[in-house]
């Protein structure tokens, strides 16, 4: 398995209003027109002992509501969850990804957050 290599990501927007953030997720594209890998904090919560709740909400709860798309992750985005909930519902990640269609956030990658979560949503810059 090869270790995600280091990326270098430039702060966005705030993640709140969640119109705003929408509207530069949507504007964050490369020169051939396909979608930037950003990365944000998500809510992401357990409905069942082995699943999650597939729409994730930016930030907070009453956050951005975005679909959650794991396909692309060797490990599922549930086995992420109940690994950093630590017995709770909910917990926030921080999740790189590509807004695919307007609403679809295509999970890249996790991280668990470590300290505070970020108030701004970033971008990939490439070098």
Wanted: hydrophobic share 40%; net charge neutral; proline share 6%.
């Amino acid at each position: 398995m090869t270790p995600e290599p280091e990326r270098t990501f430039a702060d966005g927007p705030a993640l709140e209003p969640g119109e705003a953030l929408l509207t530069w997720l949507k504007a964050q594209q490369d020169a051939m027109g396909r979608p930037k890998r950003v990365r944000l904090p998500v809510v992401v919560t357990m409905t069942s002992p082995l699943g999650i709740d597939k729409t994730g909400h930016v930030g907070t709860a009453k956050g951005l509501a975005l679909e959650l798309d794991d396909s692309s992750m060797g490990v599922s985005l549930a086995d992420h969850v109940r690994r950093t909930a630590k017995g709770e519902q909910s917990t926030v990640l921080l999740l790189d990804g590509l807004l695919v269609d307007g609403k679809t956030f295509r999970v890249l990658w996790v991280q668990q957050l470590k300290g505070t979560a970020p108030t701004v949503a970033q971008v990939e810059v490439t070098k």
